[in-house]
């Protein structure tokens, strides 16, 4: 099922750069890996924020949770999640 | 441009049975035409709510408001709009 | 997978009597059906508001939102759904 | 009688991780003795949060923040409690 | 246990007002009753509003919820309960 | 004249554990006399959270905030005063 | 003791002009009336909204709230009182 | 000086589309001679929103209110003012 | 023109004593030069509270812009400014 | 097209007074050279605070992401945009 979810980064002004680089390398990679394998369809970017928008399909809950805490950046994220469902007006339903 | 609109509807209690399903008719015609031309990419329903997140896809502001504006529900609905951008891991950018 | 759902009800004041009492039969045996199920394990008021906190067990966000939006008391309430997980120090996990 | 407790965890981002560890451990046996005992009798993770809403079964109010402020996260949470009642629909009541 | 309730009232401006001063009569004894039973030891106006703090004394939440749920003014109010505890520096604990 | 007064406490979380003690030993000792000499009337734990409602009755705003700002904790919490009056239904008024 | 107010006038829309014309002359005697004895020293509108800011010069809160709850215009308005004491750096003081 | 001006318009759902068409009529016309005057410098809609940013450029607050409070829709908006000054960036100042 | 101001200090609790001393005391000359040549005409204390509100008498937004912000505690303070305008029921007026 | 900013700048406390120069000598002449290519064709800082509305002029929402998180400042800024659009009263559409 898919999960609507808004995620703010709040990176710490004082984080080493070069720990910083690395963090977002691995955040990069991740966030594809699971682009790469349906499992994250949608991340956009909040024009001016330092945020994102993003559509997860998991099976369940526990997969979703499972998913999210493991991003490297996630002690450093306000995250919320919307459980979503199908609109009787998509086209594609 | 893409952007994100949350949608609350709501109706009064006290509308008219036979109006309320002719102004959901219309509402569902408008919203599929705009989903078939390419402009209303996504539409989902927050579950348990009645309310939408949906990203709109359109050449300006001035197109986006006429085109929500222009909702058969617009008069019983909270709206509010984000912009988006590209985010740098998505792998479709 | 489970849900958390707060329910807050907001029911006309000028709700025929006779009207109010049958939607609050209705919306019992709806309930309790759901209740004996097992789609809707735990219901609780909230002590000294007209509102609930419950949780729900469903396949997926469409078959929540199918429940809930079935409710005779639907269009009078405001709802917010936060999803779920298993928590680690569970000890029935 | 039952109360509803919502606990999201601010962990400051340069804990030693030694010193998190012991304290996560503390916490779930602490948590995991009063599920046994039947003080604590749901306990859910907040699918996407550092965060659980809980269910509490005490005799009083002194006892309910004698449990939680003992908590070993306790310095790290914001917590917010809500008091519970039967629910007229509830079939178990 | 005590409990914390703050009570707003939103009377319908165009409620007539015999019946209003019936209700408002209702409210007093209803009040006045459980202040001299001892349930509900504190009610105080909070200055400029049409609202007050109290404090309840009951036995669970329940009863608690029984109480303020039977107040004449229940349907035209906001209520939110809190629940106390002794306070180490209470000099009557 | 009484006021309500809540009371958050944030005591940051590196605070030196001997200074902590002293510092709490001082504000029990502050709480006490003023409970004593009559002016803090009410004092309130609110179950779960670090954090008072209290009833204050003194002369004056000049007196309460002389009060207030003299709690030896006063730098580390976040105050709310609310004025308060007579409540008609009041049976001790 | 001084109190800062602020009252934000909510007319209903369909309220009879004559009614209305009626109330708000009723409305500025009474204000002026108590701007004369001293016990209103200050009115200032806000700029663009049909709200104010005052502050009222009484004995107590049960003179303030009696003030205020007499005001014609007490029913159509949302108002939140705040207490002051005397700014150290006051010249006036 | 200028003032940064949110409205948030509320027609009611029942108004006569007639009585609409000419309050929409006057509010333009007197909207546009204000920005002819040189006092309305800016206005934008809010996209998807029923609202606008306005900028005004007048004298004083008692102009500023003197002017929103006389637009045929100010019963039906909600408003908030900001004042602004130069911004030390700015290349016109 | 008049302009309400509300500021909120937010001292850090680290702060070298001494260091606090001296900027209190700039601050305290600092506002009552502003007192005295009749620019800051009021200042009160939130009663339990290190805030104040204040109001202004300036000729615009530039030069409230450049008293405040010359302020030797702007750095630590949350300041919001509310525009006022003469009130239609003001004696002085 | 259009969008509108919200930037509220929180420099830490304790930033190098050299590298704070420094780094508002860049956020300066960033500003500046947006606002003489057109693309940021207003700023107005809100009075008495450190923050300022501003609009941009460009042409989707990752060329204003672009510049937005391309200011120096933006670790240290919260922003907030909202997509503008030609208002039907503005005389210069």
């Known amino acids: 099922m898919l999960f609507h979810v808004r995620m703010d980064v709040r990176l710490p002004a004082d984080l080493d750069p070069g720990e910083r680089d690395a963090l977002l390398a691995r955040e990069k990679a991740y966030s ?55 609109h009787p007006s998509d086209i594609r339903a």
């Open 32 to 86: 594809q890996e699971l682009q790469r394998d349906g499992r994250w369809p949608h991340i956009w970017r909040i024009a001016g924020e330092y945020a994102n928008f993003s559509v997860f399909d998991v099976e369940s809950g526990d997969e979703l949770h499972q998913l999210i805490s493991g991003l490297p950046l996630f002690p450093y994220m306000d995250i919320h999640v919307t459980p979503l469902a199908t």
